[in-house]
């Protein structure tokens, strides 16, 4: 898990977050994969890309889930400054034999309505053109739900939790279910 705030379970414990969630859920669902959290609050593309080389070779993960962007467009960063770092961090993910989940952000309407648009725009065309799997918005039921939504009005609460694994798991879970397999078949082969 490559995040930000949103992935970090900030203003929340971290056994509350979705993230942590997701483990448990996998674990009941009889799947053996381990989450590997390496989500930050505050985390761009560009952190998130310089960290990545040494997170996939210290933990060879199945599946990488990019949940970034919002940092960059609540600064204001130039779209194809944010559409290079994902396409790098796509590239190295797969590059390393991981299959990648998207996680589409939206960004306030600070920088004009051209600004968000593109951004949102951004996971979409970055999804078509890589063939990856995505989930158009992880804060879909969340965002404007003010008793969802923690005082700043960015982050979710506690509650809001599940929902954001809801959103997610159905984009999710094929790819989860596809790796397994995988290492079915592969452990028969041996």
Do not use: C
């Amino acid at each position: 898990m490559l995040g930000d705030s949103l992935s970090a379970a900030y203003g929340i414990r971290v056994e509350q977050g979705w993230v942590s969630l997701l483990q448990a859920r996998l674990q009941a669902r009889g799947y053996g994969h381990r989450v590997v959290n390496a989500s930050s609050s505050g985390e761009t593309t560009g952190g998130a890309l310089a960290r990545l080389p040494r997170l996939l070779a210290t933990h060879r993960p199945a599946i990488v889930i990019v949940e970034l962007g919002a940092n960059d467009g609540l600064r204001g960063l130039p779209i194809a400054d944010i559409r290079a770092n994902l396409e790098s961090i796509i590239g190295l993910s797969r590059q390393s034999g991981a299959q990648v989940l998207l996680v589409g952000m939206h960004v306030p309407p600070n920088y004009g309505p051209a600004y968000t648009r593109q951004f949102h725009a951004l996971f979409g065309e970055l999804a078509d053109k890589h063939r990856l799997a995505q989930v158009p918005f992880l804060l879909e039921d969340v965002a404007l739900d003010d008793r969802l939504m923690q005082e700043d009005g960015l982050h979710p609460t506690a509650t809001a939790q599940p929902l954001l694994l809801a959103e997610l798991w159905p984009h999710l879970e094929p790819l989860v279910r596809r790796k397994s397999t995988q290492q079915v078949q592969a452990g028969e082969r041996s």
